[in-house]
Every structure is written in C-alpha cells, then in structure tokens.
C-alpha cells in the first residue's frame, strides 16, 4: 500500500504532466467535446485508485491503459460503438509504442484531417474555430474581436467542433443544427 505523501507525489509529478497529450488523446477517440473534462476526471481517480496499491512503472502506459478501457467501457454503455470509432481507439492504444517516424506520420493525417475540416466550415464558423483552438482566445476575446455576442462564439464553437469531428472521421463534416435549423436566425453564419 502507497502513503498518500508518495501517491500525491506521483500523480503531481507524473501523472498531471500527460494532461495536454490525454486531452488530446480523447478528443481524437471521444465524439462529445463536453464529456471530455468528465472522462479524464474518471481517468485520474482510477489512476490514483490503482496507485494506492503499488505506483506503476511506466506511468504514461499506465495512465493510456486506463482512458483506453474507459473509453471502451463508456462507448458499449452509450451504445454508439461504431467501426471507424472502435478502430481509431485501437490503433492509438499502440501509439504509446509507436516510432517517431509512425507518431509523425500520424500527426500528419490527423493535421491535414482538421485542416480539411476548417476549410469546410462557413467563415464565421471558421473563424471562431480559428480564434477559439488555434490562436486560443476566451470566449470573451474572441466575441470581442469579431463584435458579436459571447453566445454566438459558444454556439458556433460547438457547431464547428462538430462538423471538423464528423469530416475528420470520414462524413461531410455539414453544420447540423438542432431544432432550430428552419428559423432564419439559427441559418445565419
């Protein structure tokens, strides 16, 4: 059994540093954007669950391990298992052990995956994509620069995330509305 000294220990000095590559890791395997934060809070309380009992020793394979199962495990509870879906989440299960050239080569797809998908967005989507993920402006700051309201960022952001997920793993990549897709208001970009 680990104290809880050592326990903290590791998961601050090895555990919270994979954060930005398990983020990445499940939005490339994770089709909800808003269940993300609640996935990887899931990974971290299994990962110290297990910890209690002996601290791995590779910790990223560990911690990979873990999102892994729970994406698995979250996909047959949801029911929404697809191929294409259960295949991504397969091939990146051995990305842990990958080559540099495989990892670059990968890296590649998926940035020219997400280019594709920012090209078809209409321009105000692609721009508040643009603002929001890849330069990283708040909400706030991006409403500001473009002069609209911080519900139209938020609401664009999420439609545009959508459609870059959907053309990334091989449909139109369409902006799909809710209910309100015969309203003039909601047809506007």
Known sequence: MVDDRQLERWFCEEVLPLEASLTRYLRRNWRTAEQIMDIRQDIYEAALTGGRQELPTNTPGYVFTIAR????????????????????????DQGVDLSATDRHLDARDALRRAQ???ERLPPRCREVVRLRKIEGLSTREAAARMGVGIDTIER???????????????????????GAAGTGKARRQ
């Open 69 to 92: 199962n729970i994406l698995v495990n979250r996909a047959k509870r949801e029911r929404i298992v697809q191929f294409e879906h259960y295949a991504d989440m397969e091939s990146v």
């Open 116 to 118: 594709e998908g920012i």
């Open 156 to 178: 664009q952001l999420v439609l545009g995330i959508r459609a870059m997920a959907d053309a990334m793993l091989g449909g139109a990549g369409k902006i799909r509305r809710g």
